[in-house]
C-alpha cells in the first residue's frame, strides 16, 4: 500500500480549525483506501489547492488524477455534478466519484495554467471558455442570489470609518439588492472561481476549466476573480486603472457580455471580498494586517476601474 503523505502547504490548514485538523489526519488512510478500492497507482509528486490533494494515478483507462477534497467545503459541494454536466466539454472530464467522500478520479492535465499566458491571450481563453461551460442550472444547485442577500445586510451596516469608500459600499448594496430580485440572476451553472490558475493546459484541448464551486446563477457573474487575480501583472503595467479595464473588456466583449450587468457584479463582489477582509479582523478583535490592506486596496481598485 503506497505511504501517503500531506504535502506540508497543505498541512498548515491545520492552524484553520479542528475540522481542518480531523480532515487532515483522515487524509491519508481515505486516500490510500480509494487507491485500493479504484485500483489506482500513485505516479508523481501530490499537489494540492486550497482545501484540496490532488494525486497523480495510473488507472486502468491511463493517467488520471485523484482529488480529494476538504469535506466541509459548501462551496465544492456539488463540484461532481457540474463537471458531469459540461461532460467534458470545455472542462476537466470526470471519470468517477464518490460524492460522499469529495473523492474524483480526473482525466490527467498538465501543470501548467493560464497564468503563463499572454495578459490579454488569458482573458480571451476565459471568454471563450464562459460560452463552452454555459449550461443550465441542475436544481440541487444553490443560487448565487442566495449567498448575495446574506451578504448584503452586514455590509450595509459597515461603519463608515471602515476603508472603503461610502459612495462604493452604498452602490454595492443597492446593485446586490436589484440582483438578488432579478430573475435573471439564476438559471444559468456558474464556475464561480474562473481565473488563471483554475484553467490547465491539456492534451484533449489546449486549455480545460477546473475546480468549479458550482452555483445556480448569471453568466455575468464570471468574470471578477479574472480581475484580481496575478494582479502582480496589472501593478507591473504601470496603470493599474487600464490594466483592469483591457481585462474587463476583453472579457466581456470577447464573451458577448452585457458590459453593464457584468459590471454591476464586479462591484458587488469586489466590495464584498474587501468587507469579509474587515469582518476577519473584527471577529479576531486586532487591527487590519498589511496583506489585508493591500487586498482590500486591489478590490477598491477594481471596483473603481470598471465604471470609471
Excluded at 15 to 21: D, E, I, S, T
Excluded at 74 to 94: F, I, K, M, P, Y
Excluded at 149 to 171: C, G, I, K, Y
Aim: overall charge negative; charged content about 25%; proline content about 6%.
Amino acid at each position: 500500500m503506497s505511504r501517503i503523505l500531506v504535502p506540508p502547504a497543505l498541512a498548515e490548514q491545520r492552524a484553520l480549525g479542528p475540522a481542518w485538523g480531523a480532515w487532515l489526519d483522515r487524509l491519508p488512510a481515505l486516500a490510500a483506501a480509494l487507491l485500493d478500492e479504484w485500483e489506482l497507482t500513485i505516479d508523481g509528486e501530490a499537489r494540492h489547492g486550497f482545501c484540496s490533494l490532488v494525486l497523480p494515478v495510473t488507472s486502468a483507462e491511463g493517467p488520471a488524477a485523484l482529488k480529494l477534497g476538504f469535506d466541509e467545503d459548501q462551496e465544492s459541494d456539488h463540484e461532481a455534478l457540474a463537471l458531469q454536466h459540461w461532460g467534458g466539454r470545455g472542462a476537466v472530464r470526470l471519470l468517477r466519484a464518490d460524492p460522499g467522500r469529495r473523492a474524483l478520479l480526473l482525466e490527467r492535465l498538465h501543470h501548467r495554467d493560464l497564468a503563463t499566458a499572454g495578459e490579454l491571450e488569458a482573458c480571451e481563453v476565459v471568454a471563450g471558455l464562459y460560452a463552452r461551460i454555459r449550461r443550465p442550472a441542475p436544481p440541487q444547485l444553490r443560487t448565487v442570489t442566495s449567498y448575495v442577500e446574506r451578504w448584503v445586510a452586514p455590509l450595509a451596516d459597515l461603519p463608515r470609518d471602515a476603508p472603503v469608500p461610502r459612495r462604493l459600499v452604498e452602490q454595492a448594496v443597492h446593485l446586490a439588492r436589484e440582483l438578488v430580485v432579478d430573475p435573471a440572476s439564476t438559471g444559468v451553472l456558474v464556475h464561480g472561481d474562473l481565473h488563471h490558475h483554475n484553467v490547465l493546459a491539456a492534451d484533449r484541448e489546449p486549455w480545460l476549466v477546473i475546480d468549479p464551486k458550482p452555483m445556480s446563477g448569471d453568466q455575468h457573474y464570471e468574470p471578477a476573480p479574472m480581475l484580481w487575480n496575478c494582479w502582480e501583472r496589472v501593478v507591473a503595467s504601470g496603470d493599474v486603472r487600464g490594466a483592469v479595464r483591457r481585462r474587463f473588456h476583453t472579457l466581456v466583449d470577447g464573451a458577448g457580455l452585457d458590459e453593464e450587468r457584468a459590471r454591476d457584479w464586479v462591484v458587488v463582489r469586489t466590495v464584498t471580498n474587501a468587507h469579509w477582509a474587515i469582518e476577519d479582523a473584527d471577529r479576531a478583535d486586532r487591527a487590519l494586517t498589511a496583506e489585508e490592506r493591500a487586498w482590500i486596496t486591489r478590490c477598491i481598485a477594481i471596483a473603481k476601474a470598471v465604471q470609471d
